[in-house]
């Protein structure tokens, strides 16, 4: 399954991912751009820190991700600090170009990384 996943990630742009949401509980989808490399999957918050997607996934780190009809779930690791965000930053830039990021990404203070089930 996990291969499966991995390729279903890296032959779309765009993702799925279902976080558990901190006020009302419920399972709320979302698409989301995202960069799966070496076994891992980082995620950039359009709002940064006020994204509520993020701030869900901080209150409970559990997602399921689905690309191309295949889906998974796995457990999110927020990345706060600067030094660490910045290469996330610059993967998207290369994967999606730096115009894009710059117009979509105003905040780019944290990022998300989800290690893929082997």
């Known amino acids: 399954m996990a291969g499966k ?21 419920r399972q ?4 989301v751009w995202s960069v799966a490399e070496d076994g891992k999957l980082y995620l950039l918050p359009v709002h940064g ?3 509520d997607w993020y701030k869900n996934l901080l209150n409970d780190p ?3 991700l689905a690309a ?4 998974v779930t796995a457990t999110a690791t927020p990345i706060t600090d600067p030094a660490s965000v910045r290469p996330v930053v ?4 290369a994967r999606y170009g730096a115009d894009q990021v710059a117009a979509y990404y105003p905040k780019t203070d944290v990022a998300m990384e989800i290690s893929l089930p082997e």
């Open 28 to 31: 709320i989808s979302i698409p």
């Open 68 to 71: 191309d009809g295949v889906s």
């Open 49 to 51: 820190s006020d994204s």
């Open 5 to 25: 996943i991995i390729t279903a990630l890296q032959g779309t742009s765009e993702i799925t991912i279902t976080v558990t949401g901190r006020v009302t509980g």
């Open 90 to 93: 610059e993967k998207f830039r």
């Open 62 to 64: 559990r997602t399921e």
